[in-house]
């Protein structure tokens, strides 16, 4: 048995989900080798080589991994599994993984299992369907498991400790369909919302894209992420990588803090794994607070500034 | 490839309504259907609105909206049709394979169709928001060997090709891809339309023809089995404070902060 965890990074640096991914494929038993591909990428390859559990890392660099398209990694991961005969491959549930996988589960003509919050054994997942409504059981017995792991439902495997050895593979030849031509990333100086300790989202009752100072503000304090609910990202509010929910990321913080969230099922389901939720909301029916383990019926206008300059003090 | 040369095809599917609270079946086979409202899946609907405002701006020549599934599926088809989409294909799948039909089989159906009808661009939502799994447009777009731009919250037709905006976790990323292409919808990419009484009974005149998955090859045998579906662990609600002070020592209390 042995395990290939397709590696996510920005060529400068490991992107975090990769960690949760590697504890997932730790888990199934057997060997675990990483993936990684890119452009200039040696650097991303050594933190790996380094990570503990990981045997063996490949490194494939090449133009043609700019933006890390899934029409010309797929053919790269065909060759190594048919170099190395893997029973299982995962990556991170992220947009990479979620784009990634089940391209390469097809061309494997194999049934891919997304989305995973657990390994019961290694044929047998769990994860959740109807936006987290339910929690489904499945057992793949396809040759190889193609899977996506949930970052938030696997801890982050040790970055120190290992030894891996390195290996090198050459590009098979352009698929030529698909060229990346860039990407406007939003910048912040914040934490990253899904590995972050603390989330403050905002909803609809923000009223506002500039509201979500009030929120910012509050996060500089608690060195927070902040995140948001689909109906603030649709109305423009705030951009779409700060959807928390079914269709958004899910993150599962110590202190989630919803404010003018009413808490549909959608948004739920991206948040209610966090360890303490707290609601703000003017609404005292609104269903978030049939989740929160603190709920403030208040204006978020007024007590959001005095929470913040509470925690000033 | 002249833009007049375009034409779609759109999968809509048949999924209980998002406003509805799903419950489990006590016997944890999976969840309760029977007298459940279903609706067309919403990244669908993005997706037909998507084909069809192609269609208005003359770039693409014809919308093909299909469905696998049940009977029932030929209403999800209709709502397509009423808002805009040309013809209807319709993949009958009996009930009980049905509870058994996985992304992998509509994937092997859809490639097979694209490859019959000849159309030059698979358009789909990006997930289902019942197994949320998230897998059609890019197993479909292997197995036809064509590019894929997934998360799509814009698309433009630029020649032989097509400019794909796509939500990715740390904000957007423009891809192009060569056509023919495969493209899933995201939330943002436009709003769809209400289908107008007009349109409700014009779309009864159009065409629904109906096939067999066997009529295109594909073997319906279970792939991934499902062992168990249930409940998953419920959060109880908490306490109201009445202050900020109230929930900053709570929270202090807890260690949070």
Redesign the interface.
Known sequence: QSTLVIAEHTNEALTPITLNAITAAKRVGGEVSCLVAGTNCEKVAQELSKIQGVAKVLLAQHDLYK?L???EL?PLILAAQKQFNYTHICAGA???G??????????LD??????IIKIKSPD?FV????????????????KVKVFSVRGTSFEAAPVSGGSGSLEKLSAPSPV???????????KSDRPEL?SAK?VISGGRGLKSGENFKLLYDLADQ?HAAVGAS?AA??AGFV???MQVG??G?IVAP??YIAVGISGA??HLAGM?DS????AINKDPEAPI?????????ADLFK?VP??TA??KK | MAAAGLRAMVGVKRV?D?AV??R?KPDKTG?VTDGVKHSMNP?CEIAVEEAVRLKEKKLISEVVAVSCGPQQCQETIRTALAMGADRGLHVEVPAKDYENL???HV?KILAALVKKEGVNLLLLG??A???????????????LD???G??A?EVTVDGDWL?VE?????????????LP?VVTA???LNEPRYATLPNIMKAKKKKIEVVKPSDLGVDLTP??????????PQ?Q?????????D??A??KE?G??
């Open positions: 933006g398209l899934p029409e797929t992220s947009a990479f979620k784009s990634l996988l089940p391209r390469l589960a097809a061309k194999v049934a891919p299992v997304s989305d047998t994860r959740t369907i109807y936006a987290g409504n339910a929690l489904c059981t499945v057992k793949c017995e396809e030529g369909q698909s060229e990346w031509v860039g990407q406007s990333l939003t899904t603390i608690l689909r990202v649709d951009p779409n990588d079914q269709t990321k110590e202190l099922i959608q209610k360890k303490t939720i707290v607070f049939q989740v929160a383990d603190y709920g403030l019926v007590v005095e929470l509470a925690l | 209980i998002y609270k799903v489990v969840v990244f996985s992304p992998f994937s990006k997930q928001i019942d197994d949320d799994c998230n897998q059609t447009g890019q197993m479909t777009a292997a197995f064509w590019p894929q997934t998360f919250s400019k796509r939500e990715v976790d740390g904000g957007l990323e423009t891809v192009r891809l060569k292409a995201d939330l943002r792939r991934v089995k499902t062992l168990s579906v249930e409940d998953p959060r609600a908490g306490v109201k404070v009445e202050t900020v002070d929930l900053v709570k929270l807890s949070r902060i």
